[in-house]
């Protein structure tokens, strides 16, 4: 069994493309802050601008498709949703077409089930990177652990959320 703080860059970037067999998320920040210069342009009626982090991202999900390798979110949401929450139902749409199964829940449903208020990744299902941000939203660190324990704890909550939570294209055509 073993913990492990790894930089929130290269070390998790590496930790990611190791996946083999699956992996799951859990996302649940109010918003994050590497995604405010682009949720501005958005208010503002600007084009979006797609970055080398995003093209990486793509790639990545791409990969992951054509390898058979699952890659699953579950994106909790308050209600009413925020101009971030807004932006990220668009937003999300081409890592939607790379692949990636997004689920949306409802912050209410979430708390209601006793499901944790961080950011996690579920890895091969043999371990949990949790993702850990500062007040101003950036990700500070990630903490990865395969003990026992906690691999069955989060194993348990995403047992949990990926039923209940609603398949994007769904969501995506909900009422605004």
Not at 134 to 147: C, H, I, M, S, Y
Request: glycine share 4%; aromatic share 10%; charged share 30%.
């Amino acid at each position: 069994m073993t913990r492990t703080h790894l930089n929130p860059t290269d070390e998790f970037a590496a930790l990611l493309r190791s996946v083999r067999r699956s992996s799951w998320r859990w996302e649940c920040q109010g918003e994050y802050a590497v995604d405010l210069p682009e949720v501005e342009r958005w208010l503002a009626g600007e084009p979006a601008v797609e970055t080398d982090d995003d093209r990486a991202w793509l790639a990545h999900l791409a990969r992951l498709r054509a390898d058979g390798i699952p890659f699953q979110r579950v994106r909790v949401y308050p209600e009413p949703i925020t101009e971030y929450i807004a932006w990220m139902r668009q937003a999300i749409g081409p890592n939607v077409a790379a692949g990636e199964d997004v689920r949306w829940l409802p912050e209410r449903i979430a708390r209601e089930h006793g499901l944790p208020g961080y950011d996690f990744y579920l890895l091969d299902d043999e371990r949990v990177a949790i993702l850990q941000f500062t007040d101003d939203k950036e990700l500070a660190g990630v903490v990865v652990d395969d003990d026992p324990t906690v691999l069955a704890e989060h194993r348990a909550w995403r047992d949990t959320a990926w039923p209940i939570a609603t398949p994007h294209a769904e969501y995506a055509t909900m009422a605004r």
